[in-house]
């Protein structure tokens, strides 16, 4: 099973990455880290994590306040979003079509 990320999702990454890293020296960095390691989870376990739709899922970071959304395309994961638990909730819905 591979994970493939929209180019949307990630421009997100991207941002959320710089974001990070003008508030502290590392923490773009510790991001990164944690979203790859969630990546890996949901590659691992990818029917363990919360539904939002019958085709969607989200799994939450644990240290920032960003969930990664996602859904199987075949044998493939495709991760929709990076998405800010607290901003625009739902913005990625159309993303999948």
């Not at 990818?46 to 960003?66: D, V």
Request: charged content about 25%.
């Amino acid at each position: 099973m591979s994970v493939r990320l929209l180019e949307l999702a990630q421009a997100e990454l991207d941002e959320a990455i710089a974001w990070y890293a003008k508030q502290a020296p590392g923490l773009g960095d510790a991001f990164l880290i944690e979203t790859l390691k969630t990546i890996q989870l949901v590659e691992q376990f990818p029917k363990a994590w919360h539904p939002l739709t019958p085709e969607i899922r989200r799994c939450r970071l644990r240290r920032f306040p960003y969930s990664v959304v996602y859904t199987q395309d075949g044998e493939d994961l495709l991760v929709l979003a990076i998405a800010h638990q607290h901003r625009k909730p739902g913005y990625w819905r159309n993303r999948l079509n």
